[in-house]
Every structure is written in C-alpha cells, then in structure tokens.
C-alpha cells in the first residue's frame, strides 16, 4: 500500500515540477531551443531523486 501511494506522490510531483518549470520559462521568455535541454535536465535530475526516494522506501518496508 505505501509503494503504490509512493508512485503515485511521485507522479504528481513531477507533474508539479514540469508545471512549475514551464511557468520559469514562459515568465523569463527563455527560447524554445533551451527550454528542451531544460526539461529534459529537470526530469532527469527529479526521476533521479524520486528513484532514490523510492528505494530508500522500498528498503525500509
């Protein structure tokens, strides 16, 4: 039960996150050609983060 409400706090978030970044580079009018490696920057760094959250969740149960 924590694993499945874990994906799914970590789906949302990085919902969040994509929400909140492209908000950043639509209010500081970055150029599309940077707003790719951006996203792709922020989604791997968060993927990263919520994979070691998971396992450190996961390890705990």
């Known amino acids: ?16 996150i994509n929400r909140m970044t492209y908000i950043l580079c639509a209010t500081r009018e970055i150029p599309e050609e ?8 922020v989604n791997i760094l968060i993927t990263i983060l919520m994979l070691s959250f998971f396992v450190e ?5």
């Open 1 to 16: 039960m924590i694993l499945v409400v874990t994906v799914l706090f970590s789906l949302f978030y990085l919902y969040q």
């Open 34 to 41: 940077k707003q790719s490696k951006i996203f792709t920057t």
């Open 57 to 61: 969740v996961l390890l705990a149960v």
